[in-house]
């Protein structure tokens, strides 16, 4: 799987957009983008996945660029609900593949 | 709840002694995979099982791990002759086949003493 680079940690007012970045310049044409977030003392919960289109849910949109070599997860309004570390993770959708996480960015929401 | 189990929750244990989780996964969930995480790193892949079959293993888990899935449902991870380098959170997900949305359990935390 493609490596991905995201930067340690991000603060954001609450209310305002979260917008958090990662690189994935390596990626291949078969793998997926998925986000994942931690939220202290939990397991890991899936926010959304993409190949190369824009994707929204009820939690967030993922904004993946033209040539896919990074993206971007924008929490629209985020919360204090929200302070959690974001793992940005490339993937093939074929059996056999595991996630493998990185080091995540730490978002930290703030009143 | 038929979000995915995972109990004990903490486990305090002396180093050399055996230990056990066990992991009640989503009920029409294929997929079936463990999770190691120490503080402040994202988690590691440790192993998963299709079924009952376990189709990988990572070098992370050495001689003294194993894990089962017998009748294809739950799971359990043993941990023999435990040692303080494996103090860890031990998360446990499932997930239908060939997709990446895994639903993640809230781990069982081990200390080794």
């Known amino acids: 799987d493609a490596k991905t680079t995201q930067p340690p940690s991000m603060d954001c007012a609450e209310g305002r957009a979260a917008n958090l970045p990662c690189n994935h310049s390596t990626i291949s044409g078969n793998e997926y983008v998925y986000w994942y977030r931690q939220i202290h003392s939990q397991g890991p919960q899936y926010i959304i996945h993409g190949l190369k289109n824009n994707e929204t849910n009820e939690m967030a949109s993922l904004i993946i660029t033209e040539d896919r070599k990074s993206s971007t997860l924008i929490l629209p309004h985020a919360t204090l609900r929200d302070t959690a570390v974001y793992y940005c993770i490339v993937r093939v959708n074929n059996a056999g593949n595991m996630l493998t996480f990185g080091g995540g960015t730490r978002l930290m929401v703030k009143p | 709840d038929t979000g995915v189990s995972q109990n004990p929750r903490h486990k305090i244990t002396k180093r050399g002694q055996n230990v056990t989780f066990r992991c009640d996964p989503i009920s029409e969930h294929n997929r079936l995979y463990w999770y190691r995480q120490t503080l402040g790193q994202g988690p590691e892949f440790l192993t998963y099982?299709?079924?009952?079959?376990?189709?990988?293993k990572s070098r992370l888990l050495s001689d003294r791990f194993s894990a089962e899935r017998p009748k294809g449902s739950f799971s359990t991870l043993e941990i023999q002759r435990t040692e303080q380098g494996d103090s860890a959170m031990y998360l446990c997900a499932s997930s239908l086949l060939n997709t990446g949305e895994l639903f993640f359990g809230e781990g069982s935390r081990l200390t080794v003493l």
């Open positions: 099982f299709q079924n009952e079959a376990q189709l990988e």
